[in-house]
């Protein structure tokens, strides 16, 4: 992040800040942060990314337009979890279509978004 004379502890509560954004579902508010200088694919400490949440949590319409910014489908966090693994374990369809759709790898993370969609009964979302 262009921190603009920001200092570190106020470019920490700006991350933490967005992605609270981005766990709401807040996407005009998250992508005005983007707009300004925020990276896409910011993360927390966990390495929990915009998309993570916002997938984890469900909205999908902050997902789409994290993903239009160049959000990275695949990005996996210090779990080695992907967005669309977290989506699934959630029951988050519409949000497991949109990362579909983005090309989100089935394979990568742990659990794989294969594995997770067997073992949470979703497989159909996962079918071509």
Same mark, same amino acid.
């Given at each position: 992040?262009?921190?603009?004379?920001?200092?570190?502890?106020?470019?920490?509560?700006?991350v933490?800040i967005? /992605?609270h954004?981005?766990?709401?579902?807040?996407? %005009?508010?998250? /992508?005005?942060?983007?707009?300004h200088?925020?990276p896409?694919?910011?993360?927390d400490?966990?390495?929990?990314?915009?998309?993570?949440?916002?997938?984890?949590?469900?909205h999908?319409? +902050?997902? $789409?337009?994290?993903?239009?910014?160049g959000a990275? @489908?695949d990005? $996996?966090?210090?779990? %080695?979890q992907?967005p669309i693994?977290?989506? /699934?374990?959630?029951?988050?369809?519409? &949000? &497991?279509v &949109?990362? $579909?759709q983005?090309?989100?790898?089935? %394979?990568?993370g742990? @659990? +794989?978004a294969?594995?997770?969609?067997? !073992?949470?009964g979703?497989?159909? /979302? !996962?079918?071509?």
């Amino acid at each position: 992040m262009n921190s603009g004379g920001l200092t570190t502890e106020q470019t920490r509560r700006v991350v933490t800040i967005a /992605l609270h954004l981005a766990r709401e579902g807040n996407t %005009d508010q998250l /992508l005005e942060f983007v707009a300004h200088g925020l990276p896409v694919n910011a993360s927390d400490t966990a390495g929990n990314t915009l998309l993570m949440l916002a997938a984890y949590h469900g909205h999908a319409d +902050t997902v $789409r337009a994290l993903l239009r910014l160049g959000a990275d @489908p695949d990005q $996996r966090n210090a779990r %080695d979890q992907a967005p669309i693994a977290g989506a /699934l374990f959630k029951g988050a369809d519409d &949000v &497991v279509v &949109v990362l $579909r759709q983005a090309g989100a790898d089935l %394979d990568s993370g742990t @659990p +794989t978004a294969r594995a997770a969609a067997s !073992l949470f009964g979703r497989a159909h /979302l !996962l079918a071509n």
